[in-house]
Every structure is written in structure tokens, then in C-alpha cells.
């Protein structure tokens, strides 16, 4: 994968090469600085290239018994790119966002060890139905989902790899109405303009588990929200070219508050843009909903004093905030597979 990433980077002028799609990641088990894959990222970004990661799907896994948060998979817990969660449409035939929420499966941050905050966006990636070579090993270990349209041969998925597509589908076509934009415009225009208008919590049902699952949409899970095409492609505004749309982090203040930071030990010679105005302020990009007491700094959600609905064991020493995270006999990649079938 690296030297894919780094032959594209050799090939960027040669083919115009400006959007990479990563459908894939692993485990987090060394700070973004210090991840080869992440250092592989970084260099496609500094190039020129927007670099698109798939979250991951352990948002049900609770071996960290963080409820599903701090999963995000490398390299999407990378600060520069634009890493994305996966959205699930219980009426697909109905043109409406207003019924949809976050898929159950879709990987939470803050990241482990940087403490980034991510996904970045949310996009479709449930039940997405893809062209597909016959025969393939997918099709082959789930003859299922295999779909039959018109001799055409179709495989149903699931899962943050189908929702990272859309969201370079929509820097290709931000990048063909303006080709001057860098990586980091892209990232900031298209997290503006998300749709942030999602329900602070919503019950989802998964028919292949017949489980219900709770989901809250904090900044953790839907990051700057659903992405809007439309509304990117409809806004001209830029942040400057010397400008990063970096990610940030959470970090715990004197007092012991979470609060979000731009401040990275490990990057140097660049000015995060977010809260740094009013025009790319936090509320704007997170948005006041997100934001909000009852919905991420409550007593009773992410960081309360509650365990049981608070979480709150995601920010013992040892898990989040600490250094010696252990994954133990975790296999991301079943999961990813087997695991992803909210219906």
C-alpha cells in the first residue's frame, strides 16, 4: 500500500492524479507520526493529492469498553486527511436526510493516542450495491450479496469502505469545477458545508444480529457531519493557501475539562485554521448542535460521571488519554466483513 501511495505521488503529474481513495486501514498502534502508513498519507498530501480513509467498522466493538469509540483505523487517524464514517438510509427510496443516522458498525474517535478528533464526515455506506468482477473472492464468500441487474453483476455492501468513495467522488468533482484548490480547501469547504442537521441520538436495527443499537451523533462519530455535494460545490469560500485544515484534538484543560485544541506536539510550520475566525470557527464546522452540552460535553454522554450511559472509562489512563493501548486477538479485517450489515 505504501509503495502504491508513493508510486501515485511519482505519477501525480503524469496523469493529473489529485484524489487517492484508502478503503482500508488497521489497527491504531503508534502515534500518526510514527506510522509508516500515516507518513505515507502525509507525503501524498503535501503533494498535492487529497487523500480520502476510510474510519473503519469496530463502532460495535467494545474490547477497550469505550462502546465503540477510539476505534478508528490507520490511516484514518491521520490529522491531514479526510477520514469517513459510514450513513445508513432506512427509506433509500425516499429522497429525504432527515431519517438517516450513522451506521451502528461505523468506527468512533477521538484516536487512540493523538486524540484526533474523527471522522472527519459522514457519507453513504450501507447496502451500497458496486460493479464486481465474477468470479472474485468477495463474491465467493458471500455468494448473498451478489445482484443480478440487467447481466450486469453487482455485490452488495456495507461498511466505511463503501462510504469513502462517495466523499472522493465529491472532491473530484469539487476539484473539476476549481482545479486551484489544495487538499487542505477541499477539507475545510467540504466540512462546512456538511449537512449538520442529524438527531442527537437515534435507535438503530440490524436485521443479521435482529439487535437494536444505540448511536449518538457527537463530533465523534459524525464528525462535521453528512457530507452535501450540492453545498460544496455551490460555495466559493477558501481558506488561504497557507492555511491547514488539520484536524484537532481533544485534550483536558487545567481544570480537567475536554476541550478541542490545534496544537500537535509532532507538526510544526503550519496554522490549523479551525477556531482560528469567525468565518471557519468551530461551531461553524462542528456546528452548534454537535457542540452542544447535551449532545458531546454532558454529564450523562462521552466523558460523564455515569459509566453505565457515560462512557466514561474512555478517558482512564490506560485507554484513550494513555500510551499503552493493547488491542488484544482483535481481527478488524472479519469484522469489517461480517460485521457490517445494518439493514
Known amino acids: 500500500m505504501i509503495a502504491a501511495i508513493d508510486r501515485a505521488i511519482q505519477l501525480?503529474?503524469?496523469?493529473?492524479?489529485?484524489?487517492?481513495n484508502v478503503s482500508l486501514g488497521r489497527p491504531v498502534?503508534?502515534?500518526?507520526?510514527?506510522?509508516?502508513?500515516?507518513?505515507?498519507?502525509?507525503?501524498?498530501?503535501?503533494?498535492?493529492?487529497?487523500?480520502?480513509?476510510?474510519?473503519?467498522?469496530?463502532?460495535?466493538?467494545?474490547?477497550?469498553?469505550?462502546?465503540?469509540?477510539?476505534?478508528?483505523?490507520?490511516?484514518?487517524?491521520d490529522p491531514f486527511v479526510i477520514t469517513v464514517g459510514a450513513v445508513r438510509d432506512p427509506n433509500p427510496g425516499l429522497p429525504d436526510r432527515s431519517d438517516d443516522t450513522v451506521a451502528s458498525y461505523s468506527s468512533k474517535g477521538p484516536t487512540l493516542l493523538d486524540r484526533v478528533v474523527k471522522p472527519d464526515l459522514v457519507a453513504p455506506g450501507n447496502q451500497v450495491?458496486?460493479?464486481?468482477?465474477?468470479?472474485?473472492?468477495?463474491?465467493?464468500?458471500?455468494?448473498?450479496?451478489?445482484?443480478t441487474i440487467n447481466t450486469y453483476k453487482y455485490l452488495r455492501l456495507s461498511g466505511t469502505s463503501m462510504a469513502a468513495p462517495v466523499v472522493s467522488g465529491a472532491v473530484a468533482l469539487l476539484?473539476?469545477?476549481?482545479?486551484?484548490?489544495?487538499?487542505?480547501?477541499?477539507?475545510?469547504?467540504?466540512?462546512?458545508?456538511?449537512?449538520?442537521?442529524?438527531?442527537?441520538?437515534?435507535?438503530?436495527?440490524?436485521?443479521?444480529?435482529?439487535?437494536?443499537?444505540?448511536?449518538?451523533?457527537?463530533?465523534?462519530?459524525?464528525?462535521?457531519?453528512?457530507?452535501?455535494?450540492?453545498?460544496?460545490?455551490?460555495?466559493?469560500?477558501?481558506?488561504?493557501?497557507?492555511?491547514s485544515?488539520?484536524?484537532?484534538?481533544v485534550t483536558r484543560n487545567a481544570s480537567g475539562q475536554v476541550v478541542l485544541t490545534k496544537t500537535y506536539p509532532t507538526v510544526t510550520g503550519v496554522n490549523v485554521v479551525w477556531g482560528s475566525n469567525v468565518l471557519w470557527g468551530d461551531n461553524v464546522v462542528w456546528g452548534n448542535?454537535?457542540?452542544?452540552?447535551?449532545?458531546?460535553?454532558?454529564?450523562?454522554?462521552?466523558?460523564?460521571?455515569?459509566?453505565?450511559?457515560?462512557?466514561?472509562?474512555?478517558w482512564g489512563d490506560n485507554v484513550v488519554w494513555g500510551d499503552n493501548v493493547v488491542w488484544g486477538d482483535l481481527n478488524p479485517f472479519t469484522v469489517a466483513l461480517a460485521g457490517a450489515g445494518d439493514h
Open 175 to 243: 476539484l473539476k469545477k476549481d482545479s486551484t484548490l489544495t487538499p487542505d480547501q477541499v477539507k475545510a469547504r467540504l466540512m462546512k458545508t456538511a449537512w449538520k442537521g442529524m438527531t442527537p441520538t437515534a435507535s438503530v436495527y440490524d436485521a443479521l444480529t435482529n439487535r437494536n443499537y444505540f448511536v449518538q451523533h457527537d463530533l465523534f462519530t459524525v464528525g462535521a457531519g453528512y457530507v452535501n455535494i450540492a453545498a460544496a460545490l455551490a460555495s466559493t469560500e477558501k481558506i488561504g493557501v497557507t492555511e
Open 289 to 314: 448542535t454537535l457542540l452542544a452540552n447535551n449532545v458531546v460535553w454532558g454529564s450523562n454522554v462521552v466523558w460523564g460521571s455515569n459509566v453505565t450511559s457515560g462512557y466514561n472509562v474512555l
Open 29 to 77: 498502534m503508534s502515534r500518526f507520526s510514527e506510522d509508516p502508513l500515516c507518513q505515507a498519507v502525509e507525503r501524498a498530501w503535501k503533494a498535492g493529492i487529497v487523500v480520502v480513509a476510510a474510519a473503519g467498522n469496530l463502532g460495535r466493538y467494545n474490547g477497550l469498553d469505550t462502546q465503540g469509540y477510539g476505534t478508528i483505523a490507520s490511516p484514518g487517524n
Open 245 to 249: 485544515a488539520l484536524s484537532p484534538r
Open 129 to 147: 450495491l458496486a460493479r464486481t468482477a465474477i468470479p472474485s473472492t468477495l463474491a465467493t464468500m458471500f455468494p448473498a450479496n451478489v445482484v
Open 12 to 20: 501525480k503529474s503524469t496523469y493529473n492524479i489529485r484524489v487517492i
